[in-house]
């Protein structure tokens, strides 16, 4: 890996605080209260234009996702002229208490309607939260309000501003701590959030 | 006489909550409105069967209640604005926060 920096975003959690050594390592912020991914993403992102970063990489803490690829992701960003990878999962976990024929209609549906609003330049899984963007992107990008779990309406944005994607298959793992803030009632918002994302994007798209 | 009364005590309770600062000036607007339109429908009466007549009630005074759902969408409508607001100013104020947390560690670290 490059010279880097990891920034550790603890959003309110209840069950346990970041360890000294944790801190001695990397920088870390506490919000006092749970704020949501949103505004997680736009704390790293406002640090990372503020202080010149070339690429941003986001990674869940619980383990899912394999961040030894991220070289590979950075590679692609520094050599294919790309400004937005998304590590796109074989398997999600995010809807794992409902049927997972549920979950795929689901994922099928984002992924369809992000097609269709961005033509056809929004990727496959539009529901990740492991990417890598450089900074340039992550400027564009940080100028819109984020929602709670942003992924969806991050990548629209991406393609509609024509940034450069490329799509990174990974393997899924299991969560290896925690347990996703994602229930029934919150999945069921994240899907009423997603529709008024498409109907505000198509009003946008008719107002010209 | 005693319509107009209930309006302006109504009216003064209200001016006392903004005095004593329990509520923010600028979302009691709201209320004043519904008070003034209340207080019109309960003087003016001829109000009330035309709002009837024109909306298609049948029964008069029911318009009275059809009023006040009006109004009181409308103040839900802008206390929900005005969380909105205060919410991205919170938003916009852990952002702050957390960037010159951030920046101080970054000063930290250069340092050591």
Known sequence: ?208 | MIKLAIIIALALALLVLVRRRLIYVDLTFPWFLALVVLGFASVFEEFVTTVAVVVGIYFEPLSVVFISMFILLAIITTVLISLTALRRRQIDLVRHLAASELAAQERDGDES
């Open chain 1, 1 to 208: 890996m490059p010279s880097s920096t990891i920034l550790l975003l603890d959003d309110g959690s209840t069950d346990g605080a970041i360890s000294a050594d944790t801190a001695a390592t990397c920088l870390t912020i506490r919000l006092p209260s749970n704020y949501g991914i949103g505004v997680c993403t736009h704390v790293a992102f406002d640090h990372a234009i503020a202080h010149g970063y070339d690429y941003i990489c986001r990674v869940d803490a619980d383990g899912q996702h394999p961040i030894e690829r991220l070289p590979e992701m950075l590679n692609m960003l520094a050599m294919d002229g790309v400004d937005l990878v998304v590590g796109a999962r074989t398997l999600t976990d995010e809807f794992s208490y409902v049927d997972p024929i549920l979950r795929r209609m689901v994922r099928a549906y984002f992924s369809i309607c992000a097609r269709l609003l961005t033509g056809n330049a929004a990727l496959k899984d539009v529901n990740t939260g492991f990417f890598a963007l450089t900074g340039e992107a992550a400027d564009r990008l940080n100028r819109y309000q984020l929602e709670r779990y942003p992924e969806p309406q991050l990548f629209v944005r991406a393609a509609r501003m024509g940034l450069r994607m490329k799509l990174f298959s990974v393997e899924r793992r299991d969560r290896l701590y925690g347990s996703s803030s994602l229930g029934l009632g919150s999945a069921l918002k994240m899907i009423y959030r997603f529709n008024v994302l498409v109907l505000s994007e198509v009003m946008q798209r008719s107002d010209g």
